[in-house]
């Protein structure tokens, strides 16, 4: 089983749509969570993280974390095509490097 | 968020050189790491690397084939030694405290050929 697990995708959404996507984790004890946003051949970047039980809202975005469940998801609203990037789920466990799912292509249509 | 220089950018080398890559960050930070990503696929951690001490290596990669330096708290070299085309990959440093995000330099594209 991997540690952290996305659906590959392509996720395709229609401009202006809700964009949901989904991590499952392995690791019960993991405490941290971030979503990092990659755009074809470039490097990850930031843009949510997640530390409790709940919802987190930035923006167009939301971060949910449900620690029972071992699930994380981010939400995007209003999608717009310059949101059509992978995007990658991230789980930290204790002392421990961030340890990465294999991420989900979000295709956002005009 | 730290700033992190990384370079080169990105290189072609021959099969059995050796490349350096350098990290450079601009202000002091507890953790450094270096991952590899190869093509379509996501991050995998190749080393912790320690300030002043060898780096831990994860599971599947060795220092004779990775030596790290990581002589003070903001700078770090990654080389990729005897290197083959299956190390064809973007290399990303990233730094971090103990509890918090990971950022990443802008990457190494390293063509093997």
């Known amino acids: 089983q991997k540690e952290v697990e996305q659906n590959s995708g392509p996720l395709s959404v229609p401009e202006g749509a809700i964009a949901s996507l989904n991590c499952t984790y392995s690791?019960?004890?993991?405490?941290?969570f971030f979503w990092y946003r990659q755009y074809s051949g470039k490097s990850p970047e930031l843009i949510m993280s997640?530390?409790?039980?709940g919802d987190k809202e930035d923006g167009r975005f939301t971060a949910q974390l449900n620690k029972a469940s071992q699930y994380v998801s981010l939400l995007i609203r209003d999608s717009q095509p310059s949101d059509s990037a992978t995007y990658l789920c991230a789980v930290k466990t204790g002392r421990r490097a961030l340890t990465f799912g294999s991420g989900t292509r979000l295709q956002v249509q005009p | 968020s730290a700033v992190i220089s990384q370079k080169p950018s990105r290189d072609i080398c021959q099969r059995g050189t050796s490349l350096t890559i350098q990290c450079q960050v601009d202000?002091?930070?507890?953790?450094m790491f270096w991952y590899r990503q190869q093509p379509g696929q996501s991050l995998t951690l190749i080393a912790t690397?320690?300030?002043?001490?060898?780096?831990?290596?994860e599971s599947g990669f060795v220092i004779d084939k990775f030596p790290i330096s990581r002589p003070n708290l903001t700078f770090s070299t990654l080389t990729v030694s005897n290197m083959s085309p299956e190390d064809s990959s973007i290399y990303l440093c990233?730094?971090?405290?103990?509890?918090?995000?990971?950022?990443f330099g802008q990457g190494t594209r390293l063509t093997v050929v």
């Open positions: 202000s002091q930070v507890t953790m």
């Open positions: 990233s730094v971090g405290t103990m509890n918090t995000e990971a950022f």
């Open positions: 690397a320690n300030q002043g001490s060898e780096a831990t290596y």
């Open positions: 690791d019960r004890v993991s405490q941290s």
């Open positions: 997640i530390y409790s039980n």
